[in-house]
Each structure stands twice: as structure tokens, then as C-alpha cells.
């Protein structure tokens, strides 16, 4: 039978509570969105003690259902101030599943600031040790004195020195399977939430672990083999296809012939370095180096599509895992930076502080345009980076995001929406994403409704990117999609399988059923989807934001992209309407 | 006959036109909120193009109307991002006005963000000049530089450092009538918008000035009599009565002993060292120490309540003017620093950088939260203002305020509203006053609504502060009078005299029926005060503000303020009935 653990930082309880009826069928998003919803009231400070951190593996996780090993981090984002749900696959959601652990609602702050506790959960209890002894290391190090205290296979979640600092920058941080502390809940300063109550780290201890209830085995078989079917037989996501040989960084190439790389602080839509940074260069350099350099590599248990890479140095040793696209864009393309060893060296930091890769990347940029570096100055970019790990001088600025940096420097290109940085998508060059980016419910996000699928990629649709038109429904279906997957506990990367392929799509509601032992269809998909929508977007009204806050920046309505020199010209009233359901 | 300038800084033009009929009452606070209203996109960034700043002098500013010569500036702010309407008195209001000057209207944004420029005004035209030679200078420098250039007596509006590098915390400062670069136009940072379009200074040439045309000078000068009667009959404002006396400062004792003086970032309403910086010691110290040390001193032209100092340092050399009681409490009480000489350093380092000195003051109170000194500690605060002059590391932290200051180091106790930092009443003692900084249109502001009037001096009423019944009303009353008192060019305190003294107010509006040939009664001041409330209301709304924004900060709900152990406890109703009218 499942359980939610409710630990209380004020007093330092921790205690297991009976599932209430009406989380019963939830995981993921939904179940985040919908306890925060529930108990955070919208107006509290982020860094206050009202404010709660709600952790949650989706529906099918820790079942064999491919590529489905993802957490849901949810709270008030001190970043954007909205509500947030931040997602990872790690090996700690897997076990945490299986242990029985439906999710952890952390509440209340302790009265000393600077006193850090590490929170061991196992299915006897919940146990608080003092973690100041971690306080001030780089991430790498306190994973690696965890293992060697409670073994090399513990689950971890936690926070780097951004997070202690309460930087708006910093994000959860989880365990790849190979123990690496490497995979983050990164977006909105979740991890700065977790610091200012005074958690360092949740540790598991899964013996014993009863395993996911399954209702209808045979039905959640049938559908997770529909599912990884799908998987294996679309080129994006199957064995030797675009992700698994590229990784996620095949899309610089893409996006620079679209004309819709940010570059130099989106200021331009190519970069004369992309092939330097592609993943096709990735790929040939992890080939060429050989020893510890890998692609294909799958950075949480049941995944089949392998987008992780390892990237090593000149003699095979390993530097970094992972160079994801946003973040090898971030601190490369929008830093005019071209030098993979550099990025590699950038994200290892960001990894060690706990920093979100994409904020930082954007940051960095802003600060380029501030003048306290050269554009493609990857030493100074360096040292701007390590300024943000250890808090000195102006890494406070930097710590707290793109925006808070802009207005530090008095600057007006800053590529925000609600205070969170755009990621990797020009939106004057991809109109649809820029619809995203300006309505999500958490701030300039893509993965709350990837219209690059359709208008880049051609997948789940063939859309004109340049094109206007109908991009308000584009981004409103797969933000409604996207919301239910974000439940299931998949990668988002499944959508491009299920948004091609039928039988995979409907493989997906299977494992759910089976699991949950429910009947949705293709409706219910809808309709929770719709339903975690309208409470995130209730939570965010209740705070304060409307319509004027769905908006991209001014300086992308005044200045024209190169290379197809346009502006930013979807009207306000198409932006209004992709919440009318 | 008036005229508007209006001053393009993208082409660098400025040519007069006529006013417009819709503005041809108007003047001050109501012109340039009407200006900004019908010319401002809410939307717009405050630092970028479409943004302008409007100068305009009340209506009886220039006339021999007694303490008339204030010049208000509007425009969108930085630190709030709402509308502002900033005001201060000088000898450039008095000198404009006769100019037949009616508003200065600053647009556009050159696009060299580097290059800063002079405009020279005289009856001829408007001249730009280069005025690089004054950039990175100390303000005091600067004007002694143009005094040379242009005569001793010209009239000077400008900008310091802190608005040459876009700091939400840079005021727009003008020259006392002795010729100081002391007096400001000192919240929102409408500095960093005049910095953001390249204008460093404007100078009045006012030669042949016609003067003010008065329609009705027989009914102007009876006005202005029964309003110089009132003032010097009322104990707060006569001559040898408390402001005049003590200055502004005079206030420290009495809100000390209320219990409602912020002292240590606003979280006592006591100060052990208030006697030591009370007004009263000031007056003792400049008769004491003697030389240029004065009390009683006038800031502008036509003023008779004379309620500013010059503080001297221990041979009689003249440090400062003026410490006020705002700036006295922020870097003083608010820091518990018990030292006027170190609090006489600090404002003349505000006035040489252009700062405001209240978000300073609570700026480096809030700083001390963070740990950058300890409390009490000027050497040290000395030390962050010099940051902020310079804008070196942590002073671009700095210089963006309060709530900036504390979201870059995690904090919770930051007494903001609106990203404004709150002046020297503690709203948990003082409920009156924090509603009208909660539903002030400009962020935490005082002189929208001073119901510390009724609540401590018993001005115009005499209410319990701790009260919350009722203080709706009297914030609301005051904040639409005080519109209508921010348009006559009047300074705030001529209200403790015309609140108490009917034929005081009926003199105000005999003076602006004088000039302005109307037949306005207290129905049309009322009418004219909540048109102008409406106005600036509707801009906010515009702009995105909503009840969400007119609230007092968490910490406030959840610390009680010694000594009367309090919260903040006024229902968010009673708040959002503000506006009903």
C-alpha cells in the first residue's frame, strides 16, 4: 500500500501518512501540482515557511515500463514565482516507487538558517543526521562520501552549494544510474526552496522494497511493449537513431538551418561555431578519444532510447556526463562559445554547484552583454561560473538568474518570460515555441509544450516555423498532452514516438490502466492533462500573474533576427487564448 | 503663453509645442501622470525606448505662493515597474514655471548606451552638448563644473553615477536654492530611465522669463495669504514650531516612542540610539558646533516652513544638507548606527551618487540581514555605499534596493511592497500607513497617503495607531488629497496646516483658481485628486498589477514587532477596498 511522507523541517518530524482518496490514481506533475495546489498557499514567499517541496515518481515508475524512471519536484518557484514542476530521471524515483513511497511533502523551516540536515528514509522511518559536513563541497564529492557511508547503489536527492546559498538557479540534483550526480530537477530554483529549509539530502534505503501494485498485469505488459515498440521503430528515439547516436545535441545543427539557434545573447539565430558543438561532434570526438567517452548511454533504469552521453578528455578519462543540448547551447552557442572542451568543463560546474544549466548558460550570456566578459570567452565564462558556486562578489548577481542579472546591469535584452531564461529556441524564428515559452505555467519553458516536434522536427505534424498561424492550438494540445505525461513518470521523450505512432500512444494509456487499473482513454488523457493545466494556471492567478505576465520581452518585438530578420509578432489576444478550455 | 518641450533622445531633438486643451489645467503630479498615461505603453520596458520621463512644476510653482516650488517627475519606474510620480523642491521648478515651461517631456533612447549628453534650455530652443567630461563625477563636482559654465544661479536637473549605470535606486536631483546638488526626485529609480535615454543634466537658461501668468491676481493673492497664515500659525509648520525647529527629523523621538520606528530591518520598533540622532540633536549640534551648521534652512524658493539643515562637521565646516528624517532613520535607526556624523557621510555620499537615501538606507539594513556587515557597523556601511557609487562587485547588487538586495541573498525579511522599500513607519504599529503602502500606485511610499498625521500627530484627526477599523478610509482620503496637493506644486507639508486649518485648504484653492482663472471648490480638489488616483490605478492594471501586489510582506504576517508584539493584521479586504471610488 502506498504512502506519502510528510517531513516537517521546523521540528524535524518525518512521518509516513495514509495515501487520501483523491491523490489515489495521481503521480508525477499531477500529483505535485495537485498537493501544492492543495497546501502551498500562492502567495507565500518561496523562501519562507509556507512554501512546500513535493516529491513524486510518476504513474508507471519503478515498473518495467520503458523509459519511465522520471521524478516530479513541485513548489513555488523562487525563480518565477509561479508554481513549478521540475523533472528528472534518476535511479532515485525507480526505487522510491518501489518502496512504496507515492511522494515526499516537505514542509516548514527550521530557525537557524545555516544548519543543514541529510534525511535517511527506509520503509522503518524517516531519520535526521546533521549534513553540515557536506555543506560547501562540490556535489561529486558528498555523492561520493554518501556512497561510502551508506552504499554505491543510494538513491539520492539534494542540493548543491547554490541551493545552500538559496540561489534562484540552483536545482535538485539526482543520481544517474552510474551513481554520477548529474541529473537535475534543474528549472526555478527548486533546489534554493530545499535550502532554505534546511535539507541537504534524502537518502533511501529501498531493501525490502515491496515494489509498484500492479492492478492488471497482463493489460500494463501489453501496453508498455506497444510503447517500447513505438520507441524502437521511430528514428528519433529507436536504438542507432537521432538521440540515441547524437544525443539530444543533434539538434544544434537543426536549429542553426532553421535559423532559430539563439546566439551571442539572442541577438542571432545561427552560429558560425554549431558544427563544432553538434552532436555530431560529440559523437565523433567520444569515438575518436575512446576510454571513458560514450554516447548511447542511458542516464536512469528502463530507459531503450540512450540519449546520455559521457564526454571525455583528450586521454579518454572522463570529464562530464551529460552534454545535453540546452545546456551545450547555453554556454556555447549563446556564448559564441565553440569549444566543446570548454562546455564540457562549464557543465561539470554547474553539476558540482547544482546549478540549471539552462539558466546558467543564459546568465553567462546576459553578463557577456553586461560587459563582464568577451562573447566567446570561454576562461572568463569559467571563472564567471565558479564566482556562482562559491557565492563571492557578483556570483550572487549571476546565482540569481538571467533576469535579476539583466536588471543588476541595467540591460533590456534579457530573453525571459516570468524571470526564467528562454531555452534553446529562437521564439522569433519558432513562433509556436515562443507561445510556449510565454503561457507555460512555469515561466519560458519548452518541455511544457515542444512545438519544436511539429515545426522543426517534423514530427506530430508539419508545421512552418516562420508561420503564425493556428500556433496558439500547436502549443495548447501539447502543453495539454505533455501535462498527463509529466504524470506517467516518461521521459518527454516518448512524444515523439507516441506522437507519430498510434500503438504507441495507446500503449502508454495501457500502462497506466494496468498499473492503476483504470479505463482512460484518449479522452481521460485529455481531460487530466486539462485538468493539471487549470490548477497550475489557478495556483499562478491566485499569486498575482495575468495576462501581461504571458508576454516576451520587448526587445524581441523591437529588434529583427538575423538571418530571417523578424520579430517577435504573434498578437497578445492568440496568447490569450491558449488557456480557453 | 506655456509651452511643452518635448526632447527626442534617439535624434536628439527637442522642439516647444503648445499644450495640448486636455492638459491646460494641469500641472505637476497630475500632468505628468496624464502625460505618461495617454503616452507610455504600461507594457513597456522602463529602461527601454518607449519608456519617457515627464517634468512638470505644479500649478502655483514660480508664483510667490508660499512652499510652491516642487517639480514633479513621472514616468514608468524601474524599482517597481508601476507608474511614479517622484517630487522634490529646487529652484529649477521656480525657474521652469517662469519660463512658461509647463512640462519637459524626455523620449527615445540613442543607440549608443555609452555616449551621455547636456541639454541647455533657454526661451530660444534646446541645445544638446556633450557630457561625457562629467560622467563617473560626484555630483557636487559636476554642478560646481556647470555653475562655472553656466552662472552660479542656474538651475540644474541630473543624474549621479548610480543613474549613468541604471540603478534601481537612482533618484533625479536637483539644486537647492543655495546651489547644493541636494534636492531629489529620489524614488522608483527615475534616474537609471533618464541614464537608460543618455541624459546626464538639463540646464535652465531663464533669462527674459515672462513669469507665470496669473488669471485672477486679487483672488491669487488672498489664497496665498490665507495658506501663509495657516502655516505659520500651525505648531507643525510656524516659524520656531517643530519642523522648523528640528526638521523632519524631529520625528525620530515621537516614532520611537510610539513603538513604530523600524529600527535593525524593521524588526524592532524601538532604538535604543534614537535620542542621539533625534532632531533634537541635531539642532543641538549645529548650535554647539556652530559655523555652517544651521537648522531652519530652506531648501526652495517660497518656502516658509524651512524645515532643512546643514549638518556641520565638529570645526563647523559644512558636511551635508540636509539630513532629513527618512534618511536619518534609514541609515541610521534602520541600521542601528547611533552616530549623525557617519549618518551626515552617508547621505552626502547618496547625494553624490544620486541615490535615494531611503531604499539605501533600507537597501544596507537589509544587507546587514545578510551578514555583508554587522548591524551597527558604519565604517562598513560607508563602505557599501562606496560600492554602489561605483558600481564595483556587490554594489550592482546593492544599487537595485531592498527587495533586489534580498532576493540576491535568499532573505525573507525584506520590507518591500511593489519592490519598493519601505519608508520610516512601522506598518505593524502604524496599520493606517501600511495600507497606503500596500495600495499606494508607486510601491511602499509615504507621502501618498501620510496617515501618520492622524495616527501619530494628530493632524487632521487623531486616530489609535494600533487601530485597524476605519484606516481604509483614511489612507484613502489622504492619498486623494495628497494627489491633488502633488499637482499645485505645493510640498507635502503644507498638508499638517491645511488639514487642521479650513481657511488654510480654502487658500489652496484660492491660489489655484488665482492662476488658473477656475472656480474650483474642495469638491473639484477631491474630484481632481481621485481622477489622478484612477489614472495612475489604471496604468498599474495595465501594466499587470493586481490585489496580488497590495500586500505587505509575509515576514510582517509571521514576526510580531516588539515593543507592542504585533503582526500585520489588516485583512486583505479592508486592503483591496482602498480603490473603491
Known amino acids: 500500500m502506498s504512502k506519502i511522507l510528510r517531513v516537517n523541517m521546523e521540528n524535524r518530524t518525518a512521518e509516513f501518512q495514509e495515501v487520501p482518496d483523491q ?13 501544492v495546489c492543495d497546501e502551498v498557499e500562492p502567495t507565500c514567499h518561496p523562501l519562507g ?13 519503478g515498473t518495467a515500463a520503458p523509459t519511465s524512471a522520471r521524478i516530479s519536484v513541485g513548489g513555488k518557484a523562487p525563480l518565477t514565482g509561479t508554481i ?23 514542509e516548514g523551516q527550521p530557525e537557524d538558517p545555516e544548519q543543514f540536515w541529510l534525511l535517511e528514509v527506509s520503509k522503518d522511518g524517516a531519520t535526521f543526521q546533521p549534513a553540515d559536513e557536506y555543506c560547501g563541497q562540490m556535489l561529486s564529492e558528498s555523492f561520493q562520501a554518501l556512497y561510502e557511508r551508506y552504499g554505491d547503489k543510494t538513491p539520492i536527492m539534494g542540493i548543491g552549494t547554490s541551493g545552500e546559498m538559496r540561489m534562484s538557479m540552483a536545482g535538485i540534483c539526482f543520481n544517474d544510474q552510474d551513481g554520477r550526480a548529474t541529473r537535475y530537477a534543474g528549472r526555478g530554483g527548486l533546489g534554493a526552496v530545499l535550502g532554505s529549509k534546511g535539507l541537504k539530502f534524502i537518502v533511501l534505503d529501498y531493501s525490502d ?38 544525443g539530444t545535441a543533434v539538434l544544434i545543427n537543426i536549429l542553426n538551418e532553421a535559423g532559430g539557434l539563439p546566439t551571442r545573447n539572442f541577438s542571432r539565430g545561427t552560429f558560425e561555431g554549431a558544427a563544432k558543438i553538434a552532436g555530431e561532434a560529440i559523437n565523433a570526438a567520444c569515438q575518436e578519444r575512446g576510454g571513458a567517452g560514450m554516447t548511447g548511454h542511458g542516464c536512469s533504469p528502463t530507459c531503450i532510447i540512450q540519449c546520455s552521453n559521457v564526454w571525455p578528455d583528450e586521454d579518454g578519462n572522463e570529464v562530464v556526463s551529460c552534454i545535453e543540448y540546452e545546456s551545450d547551447w547555453a554556454l556555447g ?14 557543465v561539470k560546474l554547474c553539476n558540482e554547484y547544482g546549478l540549471d544549466t539552462i539558466e546558467a548558460g543564459v546568465t553567462i550570456g546576459v553578463a557577456m552583454e553586461a560587459g563582464l566578459a568577451e562573447f566567446g570567452d570561454a576562461k572568463k565564462a569559467i571563472k564567471l561560473l565558479k564566482k556562482i558556486g562559491k557565492g563571492k562578489g557578483i556570483g550572487r548577481i549571476l546565482g540569481q538568474g538571467a533576469a535579476f542579472t539583466g536588471r543588476a546591469y541595467g540591460l533590456t535584452r534579457v530573453p525571459t518570460v516570468k524571470g526564467q531564461a528562454m531555452p534553446a529556441y529562437e521564439p522569433r524564428a519558432v513562433k509556436g ?12 519553458d519548452h518541455t511544457s509544450g515542444y512545438t519544436i516536434a511539429p515545426e522543426i522536427l517534423a514530427v506530430g505534424g508539419d508545421l512552418d516555423a516562420l508561420e503564425i498561424q493556428g ?6 494540445n501539447l502543453q495539454v498532452a505533455t501535462a498527463f505525461l509529466d504524470a506517467t513518470g516518461h521521459c518527454l521523450f516518448i512524444a515523439f514516438a507516441i506522437l507519430d505512432i498510434a500503438e504507441g500512444f495507446q500503449g502508454m494509456i495501457e500502462e497506466c490502466n494496468g498499473v492503476l487499473g483504470t479505463n482512460w482513454t484518449a479522452d481521460d488523457v485529455t481531460a487530466i492533462g486539462k485538468e493539471i493545466l487549470k490548477k497550475e494556471r489557478g495556483f499562478n492567478e491566485a499569486a498575482g500573474f495575468g495576462p501581461m505576465d504571458d508576454r516576451i520581452p520587448e526587445f524581441m518585438h523591437l529588434e529583427k533576427l538575423p538571418p530571417h530578420n523578424v520579430t517577435w509578432d504573434v498578437p497578445d489576444e492568440m496568447l490569450d487564448s491558449v488557456y480557453d478550455f
Open 23 to 35: 491523490y489515489a490514481l495521481m503521480g508525477g506533475r499531477w500529483l505535485t501540482t495537485s498537493i
Open 49 to 61: 515557511p509556507k512554501n512546500k517541496i513535493v516529491v513524486a515518481p510518476g504513474i508507471v515508475t
Open 84 to 106: 513549478k514542476e521540475a523533472n528528472a530521471g534518476s535511479i532515485f524515483p525507480y526505487r522510491m516507487a518501489q518502496m512504496g513511497l507515492k511522494a515526499i511533502i516537505i
Open 209 to 246: 522494497a515491496p515494489g509498484v501494485e500492479i492492478a492488471d498485469k497482463e493489460l500494463f505488459d501489453t501496453g508498455r511493449r506497444k510503447l517500447r515498440d513505438a520507441l524502437r521503430e521511430h528514428p528519433v528515439t529507436k536504438p542507432g537513431g537521432a538521440l540515441n547516436s547524437y
Open 333 to 346: 552557442a549563446n556564448c559564441e562559445i565553440d569549444d566543446l572542451d570548454a562546455i564540457a568543463k562549464m
Open 433 to 444: 515555441i515562443g507561445v510556449t515559452y510565454a503561457t507555460s505555467t512555469m515561466g519560458a
Open 471 to 476: 500556433k496558439a492550438e500547436t502549443s495548447r
